[in-house]
């Protein structure tokens, strides 16, 4: 009965068109709440365009506060993990489909510059009704946002650091009448060979080096009420992988490559929007020249947007994603399908209060998980200064083992069971504003409750992946930012701090917590701005965390904290405008270690160069 409701509601969305939000767009890298998150009532959304083009995204995400990035090395592997959950239970969204390898279930972010991103949106916390599998502790939204014609221009840029980094991007828009486009091309690298202490000896880091590039090319071709756009994104990454401090001279590589294909077709009407998008997405690794994987991922996403009344909105929609992986450690071709409809409501029945309501109906081989969420949110004080508001919501997540947790020879387990969880957030915000000065001030609490939860041990001379863990994940999240302006100078800074406490509940290690999750982190930055001067000053605090699941004293890695900091000049000669700036990171030289026996860098430099025509 469910199917047929869900199915019924999607072909309405073929007959009638809603309209959509408009949507905002800032220089700045604070937005909340823009169209595509808009059913996520009760929820915390950031959503952020980037001020730094030549970072990974893993430079912008380590700053958002219960965002923990598990970087391999420097240049490494870097995945994410929301609020004491783990990478496979973070959804990335890549134009609205899963981006996530169907392989890993995870995102390598070190291979993904923000050089080839446009926008950026986080929702911490459990969401499958409104994203589907995967969105237990977090949801990643990438360049969810419509085309936007950009006036014609060129932008190169140049970076170089200490250990041999260097970073290489150009990009151009052009604009024609109802037509533009863009063209980004980046290449970097790295030696990675950098010293460190072990043991009481000096080492210099070899076999770590990394060497990137990518190619993106987008359109986008509007005739009357109707948006055509496409974008394609290829990246190539050869990395040899950084040893273990207990073996320094290993030497071992992995070749990555990633093709992203998306065509979208958009069409509003008064009171109407109705998107399709198909994607096609390859990743594919090369293991020591001989061990190849390759996933194909075939997605089509149809979305309808449409208004019942001027208090309800609704949005109706499918998600259908066909995978087809090879590998010399699959016994046979694997072929994957999942299946999905949905559907959301957004009612603000007063001034003061709104809440939506999303359902999603799942369909994997003969499983049928069914995701609800609520959510509500109060204004509890506005007048022209000042708007107080609280939320809260309850949502239900499930995912679904990945290829390799299921099928990886030797180790897949083809019985394991999909995770649930159970998540309840609730949290306010307060925000002033006058004359030249912004003041914010936030505070979110959480709790998830989540079975099944997949976890690899030891079978022998290699590991498999068992539903071994009832997991409880609590925690709060603190943040406060100032903003100001006068007598040419400008201050904004902002400070935000984490607690997770993400507990087993089975077996002998029950009550202790998750490997490779901090109790507490927090982030502080403040940047001072006159003229065409930036100076900026970030630091970042990690906390303690276990490498082993006995949290015995022995699998303890010492927390410790970053300190980075930044000075840019602008210079604008005629219609050229170029930008200059030097980077100190890791400014305090502090030893530390995101993995254990892997090392990481000390104090090191970087050169900027930007020129925009």
Not at 6 to 35: C, H, N, P, W
Not at 349 to 378: D, I, M, T, V
Not at 593 to 598: G, W
């Given at each position: 009965m469910k199917f047929?409701?869900?199915?019924?509601?999607?072909?309405?969305?073929?007959?009638?068109?809603?309209?959509?939000?408009?949507?905002?767009?800032?220089?700045?890298?604070?937005?909340?709440?823009?169209?595509?998150?808009?059913?996520?009532?009760?929820?915390?959304v950031v959503s952020l365009i980037p001020k730094q083009d030549g970072q990974s995204l893993s430079n912008l995400l380590e700053s958002q506060p219960s965002v923990y990035l598990k970087n391999y090395g420097n240049g490494q592997l870097s995945s994410i993990a929301f609020r004491g959950t783990s990478a496979q239970q973070t959804n990335v969204l890549w134009h609205g489909v899963p981006a996530n390898y169907p392989t890993l279930?995870?995102?390598?972010?070190?291979?993904?510059?923000?050089?080839?991103?446009?926008?950026?949106?986080?929702?911490?916390?459990?969401?499958?009704?409104?994203?589907?599998?995967?969105?237990?502790?977090?949801?990643?939204?990438?360049?969810?946002?419509?085309?936007?014609?950009?006036?014609?221009?060129?932008?190169?840029?140049?970076?170089?650091?200490?250990?041999?980094?260097?970073?290489?991007?150009?990009?151009?828009?052009?604009?024609?009448?109802?037509?533009?486009?863009?063209?980004?091309?980046?290449?970097?690298?790295?030696?990675?060979?950098?010293?460190?202490?072990?043991?009481?000896?000096?080492?210099?880091?070899?076999?770590?080096?990394?060497?990137?590039?990518?190619?993106?090319?987008t359109a986008a071709f509007e005739n009357g009420n109707h948006q055509f756009s496409a974008d394609a994104v290829f990246t190539s990454d050869d990395r040899e992988i950084q040893p273990v401090k207990t073996n320094p001279d290993n030497h071992t590589t992995l070749e990555?490559?990633?093709?992203?294909?998306?065509?979208?077709?958009?069409?509003?009407?008064?009171?109407?929007?109705?998107?399709?998008?198909?994607?096609?997405?390859?990743?594919?690794?090369?293991?020591?020249?001989?061990?190849?994987?390759?996933?194909?991922?075939?997605?089509?996403?149809?979305?309808?947007?449409?208004?019942?009344?001027?208090?309800?909105?609704?949005?109706?929609?499918?998600?259908?994603?066909?995978?087809?992986?090879?590998?010399?450690?699959?016994?046979?071709?694997?072929?994957?399908t999942q299946l999905a409809v949905f559907t959301s409501?957004?009612?603000?029945?007063?001034?003061?209060?709104?809440?939506?309501?999303?359902?999603?109906?799942?369909?994997?081989?003969?499983?049928?998980?069914?995701?609800?969420?609520?959510?509500?949110?109060?204004?509890?004080?506005?007048?022209?200064?000042?708007?107080?508001?609280?939320?809260?919501?309850?949502?239900?997540?499930?995912?679904?083992?990945?290829?390799?947790?299921?099928?990886?020879?030797p180790g897949g387990n083809p019985d394991l069971k999909p995770e649930e969880s159970f998540g309840i957030e609730g949290g306010f915000s307060a925000r002033y504003q006058d004359k030249g000065v912004k003041y914010n001030i936030s505070a979110q609490g959480y709790k998830t409750w989540s079975k099944n939860w997949v976890f690899w041990i030891p079978v022998g001379a290699w590991s498999a992946p068992e539903n071994l863990r009832n997991v409880v994940v609590k925690g709060v999240e603190v943040e406060a930012s100032i903003a100001t302006q006068g007598l040419h100078v400008n201050h904004e800074g902002g400070i935000n701090y984490s607690y997770n406490r993400t507990t087993n509940k089975l077996g002998t290690t029950a009550g202790n917590q998750m490997i490779y999750v901090p109790a507490h982190m927090a982030n502080l930055f403040w940047e001072i701005s006159r003229l065409q001067w930036v100076f900026v000053v970030k630091a970042n605090n990690t906390g303690m965390r276990y490498a082993a699941m006995s949290n015995s004293e022995s699998s303890e890695l010492p927390g410790f904290t970053l300190i980075d900091c930044q000075v840019r000049r602008k210079i604008a000669i005629h219609a050229l405008t170029s930008e200059v700036g030097f980077a100190v990171k890791n400014l305090t030289d502090k030893s530390y270690?995101?993995?254990?026996?892997?090392a990481m860098p000390g104090r090191n430099y970087q050169l900027i160069i930007s020129i925009k025509l």
């Open positions: 047929v409701s869900y199915i019924l509601a999607t072909l309405m969305g073929l007959f009638a068109l809603a309209q959509s939000s408009d949507t905002v767009r800032l220089d700045e890298v604070v937005i909340e709440k823009e169209r595509f998150q808009r059913f996520s009532t009760g929820a915390k279930g995870q995102v390598d972010f070190s291979q993904w510059p923000l050089w080839m991103v446009e926008t950026i949106a986080l929702q911490p916390g459990s969401a499958g009704a409104l994203y589907g599998s995967g969105s237990i502790g977090g949801t990643v939204l990438i360049d969810s946002e419509p085309a936007v014609k950009q006036s014609s221009g060129l932008t190169v840029r140049s970076e170089f650091g200490s250990f041999g980094s260097q970073f290489y991007g150009a990009k151009a828009n052009y604009l024609h009448k109802d037509i533009c486009g863009g063209t980004k091309v980046f290449f970097a690298k790295i030696d990675n060979d950098f010293d460190y202490k072990f043991g009481g000896d000096h080492f210099t880091q070899q076999n770590a080096a990394n060497q990137n590039f990518g190619v993106q090319q990555t490559t990633n093709l992203r294909l998306a065509l979208s077709h958009n069409v509003e009407t008064e009171n109407a929007s109705l998107t399709n998008t198909v994607a096609y997405l390859v990743n594919s690794t090369l293991y020591e020249d001989t061990i190849r994987t390759t996933a194909h991922q075939y997605s089509l996403l149809s979305v309808y947007l449409f208004s019942l009344s001027p208090k309800i909105d609704m949005r109706v929609g499918s998600n259908l994603n066909y995978f087809v992986a090879s590998s010399r450690n699959y016994s046979h071709t694997i072929k994957d409501l957004e009612y603000s029945p007063f001034r003061f209060y709104k809440a939506s309501l999303n359902l999603r109906q799942s369909f994997y081989k003969s499983l049928a998980p069914f995701s609800p969420s609520f959510g509500g949110e109060f204004m509890l004080f506005e007048n022209r200064n000042w708007k107080v508001s609280s939320g809260h919501q309850l949502s239900w997540g499930f995912r679904y083992p990945t290829l390799n947790e299921l099928h990886w020879s270690e995101n993995i254990k026996n892997l």
